[in-house]
């Protein structure tokens, strides 16, 4: 197939950019890069490509494709490869990813956001912590070093490695809760040996 012309519009700093980096990146696609201030009102040239105003955005031969997942999903289908395999080839392998994604954005994000960016205490870090050990934890019993067992980065660390970056840069400045890391090692090993290895 031949590659499209992508234009990719992003910035450095947002976590939900980097699932499109790390997906071109990982298809080895080549693109054009515009850089988004998110310091300053979107321009109204900006907004035409994406009304919310938010990155990334990506315009595939000139059709535009909004939202950081929606983003990387398209790419991994477009270009099917061993980080998403295509449907009819790994459907089974494409459902757990799904289902890690969803478990991810939908269950444990949420209390990731509380932990980092609020005062948090002792119940949002209890709270964070059950919903890793519940959601998470038992997906990650067969990475060796990749979701699944894979070998080689999947859709799923692409989807959440930008947040477990994060997270754990974040721990080593003591802005997270030092009782949160510790939790994690007595009740979520997996998940401590998979994110601190992003």
Known sequence: MAQADIILYTNHR?????????TLAELGLSY????????????????????RGLVPSISYNGEIITESAIVAQFLAD???????????????????????????????????????YSAGGEEVVKDATASIVKE???????????????????????IVAPFVIRFFTLSKHGLVSASF????????????????GC
């Open 136 to 158: 998470i934890e038992p997906l990650l019993s067969n990475a060796a070093p990749f979701f699944n067992g894979s070998s080689k980065l999947t859709f799923a660390e692409a």
């Open 78 to 116: 477009t270009y099917p490869s061993d980080f998403l395999p295509a449907s009819s080839d790994g459907a089974l392998t494409r459902a757990r990813i799904n289902f890690f994604t969803d478990a991810w954005s939908s269950k444990v994000q949420p209390h990731i956001f509380k932990l980092t």
């Open 32 to 51: 054009k890069e515009e850089i988004i201030d998110l310091d300053t009102p979107r321009t109204p040239e900006y907004l035409k490509i994406n009304p």
């Open 14 to 22: 947002c976590p939900f950019a980097h699932r499109a980096h790390i």
């Open 181 to 196: 890391l510790s939790a994690l090692e007595k009740e979520a090993p997996n998940f401590l040996q998979v994110g601190s």
